[in-house]
């Protein structure tokens, strides 16, 4: 398994912006697909955006399409998700998550909150 770290998670505004960074601890993090997932208090947790080991190529779910942004930075073993005119209803914890090229994710960080007030 793959050790995740996250940060940059806070309290902040509505129409606010924060950037999430997850650091991996694997040599090969350029072969794993990532995910960003939330879980909000009662609800079940929800993938939010991923990147694919291969091709780079990025999914989001279909909240966070046009404000969230990921992206990779292999040399670092770092991803990171820019999230921009947040919403109340985009708070939660948000995990990192791995997976082995295209295996299931099964390795998942601490989790960092994100609040955002109206």
């Known amino acids: 398994q793959v050790q995740l770290v996250e940060s940059g998670g806070g309290v902040v505004q509505a129409g606010d912006s924060l950037r999430l960074s997850c650091v991996a601890s694997?040599?090969?993090?350029?072969?794993?697909?990532m995910g960003w997932f939330r879980q909000a208090p009662g609800k079940e947790r929800e993938i939010v955006a991923s990147?694919?080991?291969?091709?780079?190529?990025?999914s989001y779910g279909d909240s966070v399409k046009g404000r969230f942004t990921m992206s990779r930075d292999n040399a670092k073993n770092t991803v990171y998700l820019q999230m921009n005119s947040l919403k109340p209803e985009d708070t939660a914890v948000y995990y990192c998550a791995a997976a082995w090229t295209s295996a299931a994710y099964d390795s998942w960080g601490q989790g960092t909150q994100v609040t955002v007030s109206s």
């Open positions: 990147i694919r080991w291969s091709s780079g190529r990025e």
């Open positions: 694997v040599r090969t993090f350029r072969m794993y697909t």
